[in-house]
């Protein structure tokens, strides 16, 4: 059908002209409403679609790999707790006195002379043996060694206040005592005896402070703590190279300096 534009008559579509007013009739373009033509939808009619943004799907959680993330959170949150109870723990045991001090001993000068006489003749002797008990060799160590107390930096205060030994099977201990601000420490260094052959020789088997131990290379880096001691019993420590055997049990050290005869055997 072909609509007029001047009066909306409808004509055949084999028409030129208007059927009512003799108008000119214009071919409809195909998709192009006619003017004056209803613009009305027709019922139930729906909307062309909306253009919908594709949305990214989301991976699946590993919830194993979210726990053990859990787990390495908590782990980092406590391992600073952690360290600062080990570190205060061993603070307390350095705190701690040795398990066995012996009793301070009264400096006798004619009781240490005479064990130093019976020591060096013993030494010179083919076949010298000397022993002492563990009080005897403390009087020698508190009448020989008398140390200056060294200057620490931190406003910290230090006094010597002696060493001393405690015997035990197969070795000793070696401790110096010193206070630190009138608090008293204790460093220990274990020894036990070394049969060379020709001579005794010694070595160290641990260190303790207070109550820690104290692993071997850190034993060795803590040795010039006890210099000042060893060097105070220089003479004494040069007689002890001479021997040939010793022998350390609770009770004594047995120092032997045996002849040719019982050296060859």
Not at 45 to 71: E, H, I
Not at 144 to 169: K, Q
């Amino acid at each position: 059908m072909k609509i007029c534009e001047a009066c909306g008559t409808e004509n055949d579509d084999t028409r030129v002209f208007c059927l009512n007013c003799g108008q000119r009739l214009v071919a409809p373009v195909s998709g192009v409403m006619p003017r004056g033509a209803a613009s009305t939808s027709s019922a139930g009619a729906s909307a062309p679609p909306l253009p919908v943004t594709p949305q990214k799907r989301k991976a699946p959680v590993n919830k194993l790999r979210q726990r053990s993330s859990g787990g390495r959170g908590l782990f980092t949150r406590l391992l600073p707790l952690v360290l600062l109870a080990g570190i205060g723990f061993a603070v307390y045991l350095i705190l701690q006195p040795p398990v066995e001090i012996p009793d301070s001993v009264a400096i006798d000068r004619e009781s240490t002379e005479h064990m130093v006489a019976f020591f060096q003749k013993a030494a010179a002797s083919p076949d010298g043996v000397w022993s002492a008990d563990q009080r005897a060799i403390n009087q020698f160590l508190a009448a020989n060694v008398r140390l200056a107390s060294p200057a620490i930096p931190f406003g910290l205060h230090s006094d010597f206040v002696r060493c001393f030994v405690t015997l035990h099977e197969g070795g000793l201990d070696f401790v110096m005592q010193q206070k630190i601000n009138d608090y008293p420490l204790y460093f220990a260094l274990q020894v036990e005896p070394m049969d060379g052959g020709s001579s005794v020789g010694v070595r160290i088997a641990g260190a303790r402070l207070g109550r820690l131990p104290v692993p071997d290379f850190l034993a060795r880096l803590l040795l010039p703590l006890w210099e000042p001691c060893f060097d105070s019993l220089q003479n004494s420590l040069a007689l002890l190279r001479t021997g040939r055997s010793v022998s350390i049990t609770p009770k004594k050290v047995v120092m032997r300096w045996p002849g040719k005869g019982d050296s060859a055997r």
